[in-house]
């Protein structure tokens, strides 16, 4: 089955500190893979994607994230949290059709 | 470029009415669009793929004669809430697959759907 797991439903994390949230997925072709984030009350923006080649993929404000298959991991990582990263992220895996299979969320509280 | 503008961002219904809620994508063409569904504090699930110019495919437990989705043309999906009860009050999002390029789907900003 295609499934995307997200284990930390919850994070908190001090301003200034690193931070990585998790995501596992299982997918039986090729995955293209996601990551959005969510601020309440607020549509999705794409952090970063990654499609093929390099396995490590920047994205905007910031964030990376490895593409592990062997793990089926694809973790999202940044070097120094800002106050304003508090927000809902989710992972998501798709194939070439467009289609998303969303993880379950999670949600990044930043301590000052 | 690749601009999804959904229609409206906010919207209140009585019990029992419909409510239709438009997705367009601005400056590609789209043969295929997606419909969302992400209830408070929880993921977004997919309800359903809509096609040009064909019928949608709706996801497993969405009922397609409450959820009718409509994608006419290249650039607009709707979809409708038929007799909507406050149960269906969610946050519907549209995404949008432009054709012939190989990327991702863009998402509109969502509809705020309230049932009173």
């Known amino acids: 089955a295609q499934s995307v797991t997200q284990p930390d439903i919850h994070i908190t994390v001090s301003e200034g500190a690193s931070l990585e949230l998790r995501c596992n997925y299982s997918?039986?072709?090729?995955?293209?893979l996601f990551w959005y984030v969510q601020s309440p009350g607020q549509g999705l923006q794409l952090l970063l994607k990654?499609?093929?080649?390099?396995?490590l993929v920047q994205g905007i404000k910031g964030f990376e994230a490895e593409f592990k298959r062997s793990q089926s991991s694809f973790n999202l990582r940044k070097p120094s949290v800002h106050w304003s990263d508090a927000a809902e992220y989710f992972c998501a895996v798709s194939g070439n059709t467009g289609k998303l299979i969303f993880g379950q969320g999670t949600t990044l509280q930043v301590k000052p | 470029g690749a601009v999804v503008s959904q229609h409206p961002s906010r919207v209140i219904c009585k019990s029992g009415t419909s409510v239709k809620i438009e997705c367009r994508s601005l400056d590609f063409q789209a043969t295929t669009m997606f419909w969302y569904r992400q209830f408070p504090k929880q993921s977004l699930m997919l309800m359903a793929t809509?096609?040009?110019?064909?019928?949608?495919?709706?996801e497993q437990g969405v009922e397609k004669d409450k959820f009718l989705i409509n994608h006419a043309s290249l650039t607009l999906s709707t979809l409708t809430v038929t007799s909507a009860h406050p149960e269906d009050s969610s946050f519907y999002i549209c995404?949008?697959?432009?054709?012939?390029?190989?990327?991702?789907?863009?998402f509109g900003q969502g509809t705020r759907l309230t049932v009173v």
């Open positions: 997918y039986g072709a090729t995955p293209y």
């Open positions: 995404s949008a697959q432009p054709s012939h390029m190989d990327t991702e789907a863009f």
């Open positions: 990654y499609f093929s080649g390099d396995t």
């Open positions: 809509s096609n040009e110019g064909s019928k949608a495919t709706y």
